[in-house]
């Protein structure tokens, strides 16, 4: 690593300037990360020790037996922060594709790694991620873990800077039906236009949400988020 001594070299001094440097190293490239999710509209939501991914789909889950857990009615209703206790333990949530059938929307590539991507006919980039195994995030509520997520990808987001929003939980686009709680994010995207975040933790499910649109003006941006929620929903777990 350039500009780093050797630490056999050095003696101890030179062991901790190498771990100094080290740990900026590593902060530079955390920065550089969220600086592409912020003005590229890339998902790189961060997944702490676990590579599994859950895809995207039209669809609800893939039905799994938890006793004594109602998932209809889970599904039913809405999901407030202060509700993610009531999801079945580590049974994860999905993300729908109907972003793909907005006017002026179409998905791009192929779903991947549980992620969908998307473009819109004014220039505006969409991408939706589901992570699971987010056990290390969780903390307290739902609200705090979701904090933790975005104070993860980048420490500079405190949370006062986060809003409270909602998404679709589950239902028909379109048709009045429970919603669900999301923290949003938003600033300048690069190299100019605007771009947001919008997240989710699910902390009795071990999964979290990640939405991204990154616009050219602010009023393409304010219709994106309008299209999002629409057309896109996340999807309970079924049982």
């Excluded at 969220?34 to 889950?61: F, Y």
């Excluded at 056990?135 to 997520?149: F, H, K, M, Q, Y």
Aim: hydrophobic share 40%.
């Amino acid at each position: 690593m350039a500009g780093l001594s050797d630490p056999r070299r050095s003696g101890p001094a030179g062991r901790r300037s190498f771990q100094r440097g080290r740990a900026l190293a590593a902060r530079a490239v955390l920065a550089a990360v969220a600086v592409t999710v912020l003005g590229a509209c890339s998902v790189g939501v961060p997944d702490p020790g676990a590579r599994e991914t859950a895809p995207a789909s039209r669809r609800p889950a893939a039905p799994t037996v938890t006793p004594g857990h109602d998932a209809a009615a889970v599904a039913a209703r809405s999901m407030p922060f202060s509700a993610g206790s009531t999801l079945a333990r580590g049974v994860p949530v999905q993300v729908s594709e109907g972003l793909a059938e907005a006017p002026g929307w179409r998905r791009t590539g192929t779903p991947a790694g549980g992620a969908s991507e998307y473009r819109k006919s004014d220039g505006c980039l969409a991408a939706a991620k589901v992570r699971t195994n987010q056990w290390p995030l969780v903390a307290g509520n739902d609200r705090e873990s979701t904090e933790r997520l975005f104070a993860y990808l980048d420490p500079t987001i405190l949370p006062k800077y986060l809003k409270a929003d909602v998404l679709r939980w589950g239902g028909e686009a379109g048709k009045p039906g429970p919603t669900v709680d999301v923290l949003v994010f938003e600033r300048a995207a690069l190299p100019k236009g605007r771009a947001t975040m919008l997240a989710r933790v699910f902390g009795q499910a071990g999964s979290s949400v990640f939405v991204t649109l990154a616009c050219p003006s602010a009023p393409a941006l304010a219709a994106a988020r309008g299209d999002v929620g629409r057309w896109l929903a996340v999807e309970p777990p079924a049982e």
